[in-house]
């Protein structure tokens, strides 16, 4: 694809939706525009406040206010992107809305390794966004025809894509590309929306692009289809006959990926996998435990813990759970309690020190007689917001208040409580 085709489809007006604006990124895929982003050095962009003066900069020294504009927008969101990319980021073009659904650089590994594993090789990735999969694919020697309706997304995954001889970039609309000769798909069906006033998530699979009821048909037409979906989906929404396996990057759910046919694991319908700095730790069930009426409870013992979010998402509470001894403290309520503190990686666990009902003016004189000036408060099933409350606790808690404290607030049947607990 030549420059100038690049230029006039990071430009133009078409649009999947007519009433998202476009992120210009015409002046960057100009010799001037690209020359100058390269030339930025690292910290150019880091801050808001960083982003403004190089701008400043880049204007007094006579650049086009255009390209300035373009440019520092493409440093600011390079910055912001090495939490997904790390080092890769620093070469791509962006777009906001790309980047709030992009995949991390080490998930987007794991999703090209089930490709590999199946003895897959052509993939078509459908919905590509920045391509972030599709680079991941690549890496790993796959075939990699990546498909992107937006015409300035896909512009910008043209440009993230050449390094990689054996990917290239379809700008068309995935539900009508041809997958003859193509062994296997993966999509990530865009969830957002953008306006003037910043990017929305959509919740309705039937309004994602491409809908989930088409994923539904290209699995049931016997090929091997991998998906990306919002972590939030209702579990009524996933299809039978799929793995689904949630996924969490230290401690935030990023997805759940559905997996079908070949690219499903046999025996697995559900799947935790937590990824943090010392390493992968994943449950596995072939059955969904929401229904928990069945679980037995204790009061609380001496130390309480909070599954992982992916773990409370694929309904592995109870597998969780397990693994320590633990016991639930209400059937309905995601925190267990245990009389010691195992280590796991599927929960953080918290020294229980005191138990006092859920009272807002008791709490506030707690906070003051004990000097409590820092309060972390979490909660599972009350209908409480944790940030005014603290407020609230805080207000009178004196300036010269220096006591650290972390509440957990939940309930056990009927009764509200607050925990008093120190993070093991």
Request: net charge negative; with cysteine; hydrophobic share 45%.
């Amino acid at each position: 694809m030549s420059p100038d085709t690049l230029e006039r489809m990071a430009s133009s007006p078409q649009r999947a939706d007519a009433n998202q604006t476009v992120e210009n990124l015409a002046p960057v895929l100009t010799p001037e525009g690209f020359g100058l982003l390269e030339s930025l050095p690292a910290d150019a962009a880091t801050s808001d406040e960083a982003a403004l003066a190089t701008n400043l900069a880049l204007r007094k020294a006579g650049h086009d206010a255009e390209v300035v504009t373009a440019v520092v927008h493409q440093a600011r969101l390079r910055a912001l992107a090495s939490v997904k990319f790390g080092p890769f980021a620093e070469h791509m073009l962006l777009t906001r809305a790309g980047l709030e659904q992009a995949t991390r650089v080490n998930v987007a590994a794991l999703h090209a390794q089930r490709y590999v594993k199946a003895g897959l090789t052509r993939v078509a990735d459908l919905g590509c966004g920045l391509g972030a999969d599709a680079m991941a694919m690549a890496a790993l020697e796959l075939d990699v025809t990546a498909v992107e309706l937006d015409e300035t997304t896909a512009a910008a995954a043209m440009v993230n894509l050449m390094p990689w001889p054996n990917a290239r970039l379809v700008q068309g609309d995935a539900t009508e590309f041809d997958l003859t000769g193509f062994d296997a798909v993966w999509l990530d069906p865009a969830r957002r929306t953008t306006t003037s006033s910043g990017t929305s998530r959509v919740f309705d699979p039937e309004s994602f692009s491409p809908p989930l009821s088409f994923v539904e048909r290209l699995a049931d037409s016997g090929l091997p289809v991998g998906v990306k979906l919002g972590p939030g989906i209702p579990h009524e929404s996933i299809p039978a006959g799929c793995e689904a396996q949630w996924v969490s990057v230290e401690g935030s759910v990023t997805e759940v990926a559905l997996w079908f046919g070949p690219l499903a694991r046999d025996g697995v319908k559900r799947a935790a996998l937590v990824l943090a700095a010392g390493g992968a730790a994943e449950l596995t069930g072939e059955t969904h435990d929401d229904a928990a009426d069945d679980v037995e409870v204790s009061e609380m013992r001496g130390y309480l813990y909070e599954p992982d979010g992916a773990v409370i998402r694929a309904g592995l509470v109870r597998e969780a759970m397990s693994r320590v001894g633990g016991h639930l403290l209400d059937p309905h309520i995601a925190y267990f309690t245990s009389d010691a503190a195992e280590p796991t990686p599927f929960a953080r666990a918290y020294k229980v020190l005191d138990v006092m009902p859920y009272n807002v003016k008791g709490l506030k004189r707690w906070v003051k007689e004990n000097g409590i000036g820092v309060l972390d408060i979490k909660k599972r099933g009350l209908d409480v917001t944790p940030e005014e409350l603290r407020r609230t606790l805080l207000a009178g808690a004196g300036k010269k208040a220096k006591g650290k404290a972390t509440l957990i607030l939940t309930r056990i049947g009927d009764s509200r409580i607050a925990v008093n607990v120190e993070p093991v």
